[in-house]
């Protein structure tokens, strides 16, 4: 289904530029207000969180000011975690959540996610309805003065996030007399991740905590796992926590200063939860998920499936299939007996759980060896260029090549203006050289 502002994720670009800046941010709460108040003819509740982005002070006041306009009720909450938004859109029973994020991109990037009542983000089907709104006249959405919406600031936001994260343990869960590294990433859970961890009783190193609005990303958090590494090795900590800028990603690093992805997460809660008999129906990975992920499920007799890259659609594929464990490589990882989309906190919550009779984080991990795995990042201006009919026959051309020593994927960034070319085999001579038929066909 093609669609005109949501991409795989929400809406992301380029501040002040394209769909970016207060004007369509208005129009995109205009839209979702009526779209949802169209649900019941009353006056209905929406809630707002953020990042840490500076721009955020721009373009909240114009979502808030297209939601009232609709005639919905609004509660704004500051920064927040995108799971914590969404664990309370359920809670607060909101028709409507909305996230400001443009989650691990730089500073200069900002966008939207929406989460409907069951604290699920939004279907294709309603994202392609709320797109005609936006497209439609707006005057036809306003409501009348004696309808708008009112605004309100919500103060406690981070205690109930951090509230409702606690209750999915027992009340006798405690971290007391363990280290742990934590970088926040300057975002959006630079407050709720150290307030948790030290509530439990852990001892907390922090990194990351002292967002400016233009240092979010920048040489920290899940896309820079040296900074977390140095950290876990300079303190002696029993785990590294790396968050993304809205918290939803989570990397790990081991007592030993061994970085630990959404891959070997996922393995190891799939085995666990399967000793444990708390797994439901099998785990679902995506096209970027690592061949020997899958093989090690395949060796535990694990149901393993695919779907595309996106939380969103491992999500639907987890409620497709029944499943309650899915996830990425980048980090995302859904654990659908607590939450309905990626939650760094949580996860590193159910991995503590796991640590805390003694047992060491490099013990844990590494459960299954990575088949070699190169991924290439091109930046390009049109997307579209990999339907070219250069691109396509150097696609197929180095597909055919890997065939039977490995897999190609080559995919359109549904957050970026990028390509990403993923290639994976044990033969690391016959990978490069096909990733770079691909790559120069491109460029």
């Known amino acids: 289904m093609s669609k005109k502002y949501f991409g795989t994720d929400g809406i992301r670009g380029r501040v002040n530029q394209g769909n970016i800046n207060g004007d369509m941010f208005f129009k995109f ?96 089907k309603i994202e392609s309805k709320i797109e005609k709104l936006i497209d439609s006249r707006i005057i036809n959405n306003l409501s009348k003065p004696e309808m708008l919406g009112r605004v309100k600031r919500l103060e406690d936001a981070t205690e109930r996030y951090i509230k409702i994260l606690k209750s999915n343990f027992p009340s006798n869960f405690r971290l007391n007399g363990i280290k742990i590294a934590i970088d926040c990433a300057n975002g959006a859970g630079y407050k709720s991740g150290p307030k948790l961890l030290k509530s439990l009783g852990a001892k907390v190193f922090n990194t990351g905590i002292y967002p400016n609005g233009l240092n979010i990303n920048k040489k920290c958090g899940s896309t820079f796992p040296d900074n977390i590494k140095n950290l876990v090795k300079k303190h002696r900590v029993n785990l590294g926590i790396s968050l993304d800028g809205d918290a939803d990603r989570i990397i790990l690093c081991d007592e030993k200063g061994d970085i630990i992805d959404g891959d070997q997460i996922i393995a190891m809660l799939g085995n666990r939860w399967k000793r ?159 990733i770079n038929i691909v790559k120069r066909s491109i460029k």
Do not use: W
Not at 50 to 70: C, F, I, N, Q, W
Not at 384 to 401: G, P, W, Y
């Open 29 to 124: 709460g205009l839209a979702a207000g009526t779209y949802f108040k169209n649900l019941k003819k009353n006056k209905q509740t929406a809630i707002i969180a953020k990042d840490t982005r500076l721009s955020g002070y721009t373009l909240e006041p114009a979502l808030v000011s297209g939601l009232a306009s609709a005639g919905m009720h609004v509660y704004t909450l500051g920064p927040l975690p995108t799971n914590g938004l969404a664990m309370l859109t359920k809670k607060m029973k909101a028709n409507l959540g909305i996230m400001i994020t443009a989650s691990h991109n730089p500073y200069y990037d900002n966008g939207l996610k929406l989460f409907g009542p069951d604290g699920l983000k939004l279907s294709d």
């Open 276 to 434: 444990k008999k708390i797994l439901k129906g099998g785990v679902i990975g995506t096209l970027m998920s690592n061949y020997g992920l899958e093989n090690f499920f395949k060796n535990n007799e694990i149901k393993f499936i695919r779907s595309q890259v996106g939380d969103r659609y491992v999500k639907e594929q987890m409620q497709k299939n029944n499943f309650n464990l899915g996830g990425e490589q980048s980090g995302h990882i859904i654990l659908g007996k607590f939450a309905t989309t990626g939650d760094g906190l949580l996860v590193a919550l159910e991995v503590l759980f796991s640590m805390r009779k003694g047992k060491k984080a490099s013990e844990l991990f590494n459960n299954f060896k990575p088949t070699p795995q190169i991924l290439v990042n091109v930046n390009v201006k049109d997307k579209s260029i990999i339907k070219t009919k250069k691109c396509k026959q150097a696609i197929k051309h180095a597909s055919s090549l890997i065939r039977n020593n490995g897999r190609m994927l080559v995919r359109r960034s549904g957050t970026e203006p990028k390509i990403r070319i993923m290639g994976e085999s044990e033969n690391k001579v016959l990978l490069s050289k096909c």
